[in-house]
């Protein structure tokens, strides 16, 4: 079975066996630039790395770099929607998609040097963009307010980015937090 990618930048990332030395940000940030959210389900095009930056900009709960790379793990594993992810097991290994994800988000974390451990903070602040999102980008529905509990939307609205764009503002965002 062949558990490679090839990734943007002509790297071999094996999803069942990562190390550190198989990422770069050039990928990560092209990926998730290309990627978009709610597999597609929105008015217009909307990409994980626009989700990303403007967590980090919104000045959302959560350090910087980790609201930034929450998501970095979709580079390699694909936007995969939350109810799929409570449903889905990787035989090979028997463990949950949740489980192989955070695997490939400490690999992420190693080759960047970040933490990139789970932080509830970052998690409401995700929660936060949800909503935001969910309101800007998508039909609202009944289930809205159920989901939103006492966590309300950013004031601002989300203008989408195309992917180039977003591509260029996500490496520009970590290579300022970096600096």
């Not at 403007?54 to 959560?62: S, T």
């Not at 695997?103 to 080759?111: D, F, H, N, S, T």
């Not at 965002?173 to 600096?179: A, D, H, K, V």
Request: proline share 4%.
């Amino acid at each position: 079975m062949n558990t490679k990618i090839v990734t943007y930048t002509g790297k071999s990332f094996d999803l069942l066996n990562p190390l550190p030395e198989m990422v770069c940000i050039e990928d990560i940030a092209h990926a998730l630039a290309n990627i978009c959210r709610y597999t597609g389900h929105v008015r217009e095009f909307y990409s994980v790395a626009q989700h990303c930056v403007l967590m980090v900009k919104a000045n959302l709960p959560g350090g910087a770099l980790q609201k930034l790379l929450h998501d970095a793990h979709e580079a390699y594993t694909g936007d995969i929607a939350s109810p799929w992810k409570q449903c889905l097991i990787v035989h090979d290994f028997d463990v949950s998609v949740k489980e192989w994800e955070q695997k490939i988000q400490k690999i992420i974390g190693l080759a960047l040097g970040i933490n990139l451990d789970f932080s509830a903070e970052v998690k409401e602040a995700d929660n936060r963009m949800y909503f935001t999102e969910v309101r800007d980008l998508m039909p609202l529905s009944d289930e809205f307010g159920k989901w939103r509990g006492n966590l309300e939307p950013l004031e601002e609205k989300i203008i989408c980015w195309n992917p180039l764009v977003a591509e260029d503002i996500f490496l520009a965002t970590y290579n300022g937090l970096r600096s």
